[in-house]
Nanobody, 122 residues
Framework: QVQLVESGGGLVQPGGSLRLSCAASGRTFSNYATGWFRQAPGKEREVVAISSWRSDRKYYADSVKGRFTISRDNAKNTVTLQMNILKPEDTAVYYC???????????????WGQGTQVTVSS
């Protein structure tokens, strides 16, 4: 079992930055792909960014390319999402995910955090 706990969400003005962190416990996730999904009110859940366990393969949604960066520290069992140049449309609950398969489908991830709210508003 892997438990995931996100932190770092909050309210930020458009153009600002936030850094989300996800800490894993229960077992090492160094062999797991990890990443972030988000869901805005009234919208479907969407993938944001995924990293392979060696960080040699990364995926970013087109909407966040060039603005968000995913990174992980397997020694510390953490994965972070640095979000820059935030836009109101980035407002959503962000979820950390982990599982053995590198995938952009939420249904392929068996481990999810509880979510952290990100609100981009002036």
């Amino acid at each position: 079992q892997v438990q995931l706990v996100e932190s770092g969400g909050g309210l930020v003005q458009p153009g600002g930055s936030l850094r989300l962190s996800c800490a894993a416990s229960g077992r090492t996730f160094s062999n797991y792909a990890t990443g972030w999904f988000r869901q805005a009110p009234g919208k479907e859940r969407e993938v944001v960014a995924i990293s392979s366990w060696r960080s040699d393969r990364k995926y970013y949604a087109d909407s966040v390319k060039g603005r968000f960066t995913i990174s992980r520290d397997n020694a510390k069992n953490t994965v972070t999402l640095q979000m820059n140049i935030l836009k109101p449309e980035d407002t959503a609950v962000y979820y950390c995910v982990a599982d053995t398969l590198f995938s952009t489908l939420g249904t392929d991830y068996g481990y999810w955090g509880q979510g952290t709210q990100v609100t981009v508003s002036s």
